[in-house]
Nanobody, 124 residues
Framework: QVHLVESGGGLVQAGGSLRLSCAAS????????MGWFRQAPGKEREFVAG????????DYAESVKGRFTISRDNAKNTVDLQMNSLKPADTADYFC?????????????????WGQGTQVTVSS
């Protein structure tokens, strides 16, 4: 079992920045690739960014590429999502998730553990 807790969400104006953090406990964190997903009201949950077990390989949705950066610290059991140049379209609940794969995958059903989410609201 891996327990995930997100933090760092909030209200920000368009063009601003937020840093989300996800703290993991339980099984060995470095055995899991990690992903960030988001879900806006009335929409499907979508992949945002992923990072491999060792933190070497990252992947981003086209909509956030160049604006968001995912990173992890296996010594601290955390994975962060730095979000810059935020847009109203980024408004959603953001979730971190753990995947037993070596590389983070984009399909949400492949992930084994999920956090409760943190809300991000970007005003125009």
């Amino acid at each position: 079992q891996v327990h995930l807790v997100e933090s760092g969400g909030g209200l920000v104006q368009a063009g601003g920045s937020l840093r989300l953090s996800c703290a993991a406990s339980g099984r060995t964190f470095s055995n899991y690739a990690m992903g960030w997903f988001r879900q806006a009201p009335g929409k499907e949950r979508e992949f945002v960014a992923g990072i491999s077990r060792g933190g070497i390989t990252t992947d981003y949705a086209e909509s956030v590429k160049g604006r968001f950066t995912i990173s992890r610290d296996n010594a601290k059991n955390t994975v962060d999502l730095q979000m810059n140049s935020l847009k109203p379209a980024d408004t959603a609940d953001y979730f971190c998730a753990a995947d037993r794969s070596i590389l983070a995958r984009r399909a949400s059903y492949l992930y084994d553990y999920w956090g409760q989410g943190t809300q991000v609201t970007v005003s125009s």
